[in-house]
């Protein structure tokens, strides 16, 4: 059998367009690696095998009425909760259970035009919201890595089937790191593009001034590749950027002479896990080798970062999710007769504890009375958080920093105290809250086997900067790949 | 006189008149099967996004500017969460502390006393569907979900019920000439909440005040504030206190009912929408829309006067409806006498209204063909009598009046040679009428002209008649 299934996005590009296999034959490959791997695994909620497959022969169909492009005929994973007309759309929650997608996201119009081919439904935390996708309704992601030890999240699924090559590439979504910590647990790249890069119509919204689709990719050209064709400026989206989407390989060099780095004194604090560091700083040298000069930075505010975002992402979400109420779609539960006792039924049979526990944190916080102390104050932190960021770009191109404190937790581990949960994201969220642009690429393994990736920060519309960088470092850190890892199924 | 003094401030709400909805491009238009302008965007499905629709900005703009309002330059979008299933998303989007216009006023005047009732803040907002309750169960049409919507607030200004009642009307009148909204009430294009108080006739500060919600005709506002400042009138005689609470009018029973109080009114926990930019506006735009308003009703009737000549009551009553004035400048447009115009469009275009009770826009002669038989008129082509016929036959039938006077041989004959043949047929056969008056008696003259009109079958011209009449008796 064939091992088109390990391919990147770029190499599995020039298989097809060289006629040397068809799409249907990779996306083949793919789907028989899937059926292996993800009995264990559980990256996938549902695969769309026989939707997958006419796709991919309708993208040889394209090719041979003499059409091209890189995305033709590419296999990617969707994760659960981005609208693919047709398919399910249920968010990993027993809410949604059944429900399919009505309509195509504006991301997803642009990947079917360019020639994708939609495999299936990535797992999640329930609506995004967790950071080990533990909090899916339905079964937990193994970290491909480490069995014993979670995916990360939210966007785990995408994540695991990426590492685990059973996708070429997959999309997920990042509202505090849901796309760059799963990549740094799983060993991939992850790209959080600057908010409104990329369209978010058809993303179902956690929280809208947060949210942003990206790509989980083998390799920092393929996350440039999939960004490029769904960014750009979309009617739907009020809140996507009107700015040229840039030709971000023909940007891609060996060397970083000139390049300065950031190192956010805030990011390298205590709590970081020293072999975390240690990694994170030896990609730091080799940048430094590269030709990038590297100085310290000060992001002061940082230690208010959790508390702005927890307040600002669950303000939203209680808002964002509250349509899910059993009336028009999605699962229903009524034990009486009014409107009010169906949506109470339908809404607490419908949602995860997490998810509860946020609508709760959130609808608190907008209440009369407590609004201005805490939604009001949030506000005020997120324009600091975003001044501090301001400062520091002014002095260096990029930051670079660990994605999480720790590699892969144990599957269990967070259980229980989800506060100290929430802590873990430190070092993402604060992209967020400034609407910048943030890249997660491995740079190496620990002593136990486990991936560690770095971070690359840039400011709004710096995805150039951070591709550029994170290719060039790609070339050099030689992270071991999945496939060598001396494991066989 | 009464001890008390009543405030009443009212929350209108226009529907305005878009191709589409607030928020998506489904059609805004009423009537259609329930639930099949729908789409994801106003269904709230999950990813869907909301993008402003720039017409219904600019109408909302332009009512303000009708009514004197500031325009804010920056505006931003709110929103508004409750849990009904009428509201797709359990929030509605609307504006919150930036509203699109502040600070206006509408001119009313009741019994002969003229007074402004002062507008806080115009703002824009999404509809929400459309309730039916079948016996055991309810539907909810969605069509209506996201049609554009204005609401127009009020200060505490009106003081009686008929206060309120002309607020509407003239509120109402000046939406239409704004353009913006149909005001169609049966079609509730028009609702308010009114909000009421009463104070003791020197107190300085206002009472505690009540919210009826959602009146949709001006006749039910009207009744239901009556009813409602009495009520509290009778609460404070009897030495209680008002409740602050949101009740609901039940126009069959005549009386309002209370629906929830303060303690459990709703936390609507209003934050900015993330999906929407604020909208900003340059001062040079709004200038544009302001040399661009339509005419208020209250110039137009000026203009009347001044241009017309029209009794000040003739002009009140034509723009009063806007269409009716614009049904009138159409037939004056065509150069026939204002005044003879006016005569005809107030009894005989009203009359027909009336007793059809139709609106304007159901009439069915056009302007154009009511304009040519004023002319007749007015060119003596035919008498007033005929011309009132002639009416007659273009309500029932239709046709162009000059057409249908030929046919009906309505036509005014004033040509002294036919004319001459039926007086001295007149004469001949009325002698002794004709020699009353020969012996001075004046008033057998008039019996001779009838006697013309008779033989004319009603063609003759009367004024022709009599001169011809004189000159052969009196010879």
Redesign the interface.
């Known amino acids: 059998m064939s091992e088109y299934n390990t391919f990147s996005l770029q190499s599995a590009a020039e298989l097809l367009a060289s006629k040397e296999a068809s799409s249907e034959e990779l996306t083949q490959a793919v789907i028989n690696s899937i059926k292996v791997r993800d009995p264990e695994l559980g990256g996938y909620l549902s695969l769309d095998e026989e939707g997958a497959l006419a796709q991919a022969r309708a993208a040889d169909e394209r090719r041979s009425s003499g059409e091209a492009g890189v995305l033709l005929g590419i296999p990617i994973a969707v994760k659960d909760?981005?609208?693919v007309e047709g398919q399910p759309?249920g968010?990993a929650s027993r809410m949604?259970e059944g429900?399919v997608?009505?309509?195509d996201?504006t991301a997803i119009a642009r990947l079917r035009e360019a020639g994708a081919v939609f495999l299936g439904r990535s797992n999640m935390d329930e609506f995004a919201m967790g950071s080990t996708t533990e909090n899916s309704a339905y079964q937990v992601t193994r970290n491909p890595w480490d069995r014993t030890r979670v995916a990360g999240g939210s966007s785990g699924g995408a994540a695991a089937v990426v590492a685990a090559n059973e996708a070429i590439a997959a999309l997920g979504s990042d509202t505090g790191g849901s796309i760059r910590q799963p990549a740094s647990f799983c060993g991939c790249v992850g790209l959080k593009p600057s908010y409104g890069r990329i369209s978010?119509?058809?993303?179902?919204?956690f929280?809208?001034?947060l949210d942003q689709i990206g790509p989980l990719t083998k390799t920092v050209a393929d996350a440039a590749i999939l960004t490029a064709e769904m960014a750009g400026v979309d009617?739907?989206?009020?809140?996507s950027l009107d700015a040229d989407v840039p030709d971000y390989l023909a940007g891609f060099t060996d060397r970083l002479d000139g390049v300065t780095l950031g190192l956010p004194t805030e990011y390298f604090a205590a709590g970081i896990e020293p072999e975390v560091t240690a990694l994170v700083h030896q990609a730091v040298a080799a940048a430094k080798e590269l030709g990038a000069s590297v100085k310290e930075v000060s992001l002061p505010h940082t230690e208010y970062a959790i508390a702005t975002y927890y307040i600002i992402a669950t303000?939203?979400a209680?808002?964002n999710l509250?349509?899910?109420?059993g009336?028009?779609?999605g699962s229903r539960h009524s034990d009486g007769t009014d409107?009010?006792s169906l949506?109470k039924a339908s809404r607490q049979a419908g949602f995860g504890p997490e998810v509860k526990r946020r609508i709760i944190l959130g609808?608190f916080v907008?209440?009369?009375g407590y609004?201005d102390a805490y939604?009001g104050s949030a506000q005020k932190v997120r324009t600091l958080i975003r001044q501090d960021f301001s400062a520091a770009f002014e002095g260096c191109d990029a930051l670079i920093s660990p994605v999480a404190p720790t590699p892969a937790l144990a599957i269990g581990d967070g259980a229980g105290d989800p506060l100290k949960a929430y802590l873990n994201d430190i070092l993402t969220v604060p992209a967020n809250l400034a609407g910048l642009c943030g890249l997660s690429l491995p740079c190496g393994l620990t002593k136990a086997g486990l991936p560690v990736g770095v971070q690359l920060l840039a400011p709004p519309l710096g995805e150039s900067v951070i591709l550029r960088i994170g290719h060039a470092l790609e070339q050099v850190l030689m992270v071991p790949s999945y496939e060598s890892r001396g494991v066989h199924e | 006189m009464s001890k008390y003094k009543t405030n009443v401030g009212l929350e209108v709400h226009v529907q305005l008149r878009t191709q589409t909805k607030m928020f998506c491009g489904c059609a805004a238009e009423y009537g259609a099967e329930p639930n099949t302008n729908v789409c994801p965007v106003c269904l709230g499905y999950p990813g869907a996004m909301p993008v402003l629709n720039q017409k219904a900005i600019e109408s909302t703009l332009i009512a303000g500017l009708m009514i004197g309002c500031d325009i804010n330059l920056f505006s931003k979008w709110d929103r508004k969460s409750y849990f009904y299933p009428d509201m797709p998303k359990n929030y509605q989007i609307t504006q919150y502390d930036l509203p699109l216009c502040l600070n206006g006023g509408v001119d009313i005047e009741v019994n002969g006393i003229a007074k402004r009732i002062r507008v806080n803040r115009i703002h824009l907002e999404e509809d929400v569907g459309k309730s039916t309750h079948f016996g055991s169960s309810s539907g909810v049409d969605y069509n209506r979900a996201g049609v554009p919507l204005m609401e127009i607030v009020s200060e505490p200004d009106m003081e009686s019920a008929d206060e309120v009642l002309a607020y509407l009307v003239a509120l109402r009148q000046i939406m239409l000439y704004a353009g913006v909204s149909d005001c169609d009430l049966e079609r509730g294009n028009m609702r308010c909440d009114v909000n009421t108080s009463v104070r003791l006739a020197d107190s300085e500060t206002l009472g505690t005040k009540t919210e009826i919600k959602n009146m949709n005709t001006f006749r039910g506002a009207h009744a239901a504030l009556s009813y409602e400042q009495s009520r509290q009138m009778g609460v404070l005689d009897e030495g209680g206190a008002i409740v602050q609470s949101t009740i609901r009018w039940d126009p069959e029973a005549g009386r309002t009912e209370l629906m929830r109080t303060k303690e459990d009114a709703d936390d609507y926990r209003y934050f900015p929408e993330p999906d929407l930019l604020p909208v900003t506006f340059t001062e040079a735009y709004v200038q544009a829309l302001r040399e661009k308003l339509p005419e208020l009703p209250a110039g137009r009737r000026e203009r009347f006067i001044r241009d017309y000549l029209l009794p000040d009551y003739d002009a009140g009553v034509l723009v009063s409806d806007k269409a009716l004035a614009d049904y009138y400048e159409a037939v004056v447009a065509t150069g026939v006498s204002a005044k003879l115009a006016s005569n005809w469009v107030m009894t005989e275009v009203l009359r027909v209204l009336g007793e059809e009770n139709i609106e304007i826009s159901s009439f069915s002669v056009p302007a154009k063909e009511l304009a040519s038989l004023v002319a007749m008129v007015e060119a003596k082509e035919v008498n007033s009598n005929s011309a009132k016929d002639i009416f007659g036959v273009m309500l029932a039938e239709g046709g162009e009046p000059r057409e249908i006077a030929e046919s009906k041989g309505k036509l005014q004959v004033s040509d002294d040679g036919l004319i001459v043949g039926f007086v001295e047929q007149a004469i001949s056969g009325n002698a002794k009428a004709a020699s009353d008056y020969q012996a001075g008696e004046e008033k057998a003259i008039t019996f001779l002209v009838g006697q013309v009109m008779r033989f004319s079958k009603g063609q003759a011209n009367p004024e022709v008649a009599l001169r011809i009449l004189k000159e052969k008796l009196d010879a």
């Open positions: 909760l981005l609208n759309c968010c949604l429900y997608a009505p309509y996201a978010r119509y058809g993303l179902t919204a929280a809208s001034s009617p739907m989206d009020s809140t303000a939203e209680s808002a509250a349509r899910f109420d009336m028009r779609y409107p009010i949506y609808t907008l209440s009369s609004h939604y």
